[in-house]
């Protein structure tokens, strides 16, 4: 993940966001001694990201980003862009 410059990734199930993992779950489970190789991405993901249309004002993300959530993402056709 940090190679690429990567700190969530979204989740998916049959195309439906379902949750969120981040970088530093995954940091605080291996510093807790939780043995990765074992463990299930459905048990230890977050919420999924909000979706936001591309046609949103852009006021509506930092009333998001502010007041909501720690992360956004962006739904642009068929891709997620995160921020």
Known sequence: MQEQDISQIP??????????????????????????????????MSKPIPKIPKTAPVERVTYILSHEI????????KRSLRF
């Open 11 to 44: 989740v998916f199930e049959e195309n439906l966001p379902i949750g969120t993992m981040y970088e530093d779950q995954i940091l605080t489970l291996a510093l807790q001694g939780k043995d990765l190789r074992k463990l299930v991405v459905r048990e230890v």
């Open 70 to 77: 720690r992360r956004c993402s962006w739904r642009w056709a």
